[in-house]
């Protein structure tokens, strides 16, 4: 999955931990849900984190929603869920990965 190296400007808030925003681990960094979108610091700024591409996350028998024991992540006009590690979003019949 590709991530674009987008820098959000006009970022003044510093984000870290007991910043207030919820945190999703994803590969070799952490995500900051801010605004219905995600940040991660890169280099003494925050680039958007956001994936390119449609990823299909096959095999996955377990439903979200609400009450479902996982991080619901509000996320620009859906709900993302942090399941084992990364992001899920319901789509059509499946989930996928963001």
């Given at each position: 999955?590709?991530?674009?190296?987008?820098?959000?400007?006009?970022?003044?808030?510093?984000?870290?931990?007991?910043?207030?925003?919820?945190?999703?681990?994803?590969?070799?960094?952490?995500?900051?849900?801010?605004?219905?979108?995600m940040h991660r610091a890169h280099d003494g700024h925050f680039d958007e984190c956001?994936?390119?591409?449609?990823?299909?996350?096959?095999?996955?028998?377990?439903?979200?929603?609400?009450?479902?024991g996982h991080v619901a992540v509000p996320?620009?006009?859906?709900?993302?869920?942090?399941?084992?590690?990364?992001?899920?979003?319901?789509?059509?019949?499946?989930?996928?990965?963001?």
């Amino acid at each position: 999955m590709t991530t674009a190296h987008t820098e959000h400007a006009g970022h003044d808030h510093l984000h870290g931990d007991g910043c207030g925003h919820v945190t999703v681990p994803h590969g070799d960094h952490v995500d900051y849900v801010h605004n219905g979108h995600m940040h991660r610091a890169h280099d003494g700024h925050f680039d958007e984190c956001e994936p390119s591409g449609h990823h299909s996350h096959d095999g996955h028998d377990h439903a979200h929603g609400d009450g479902c024991g996982h991080v619901a992540v509000p996320h620009g006009d859906h709900v993302d869920y942090v399941h084992d590690g990364h992001r899920h979003a319901t789509h059509g019949d499946h989930y996928d990965e963001h």
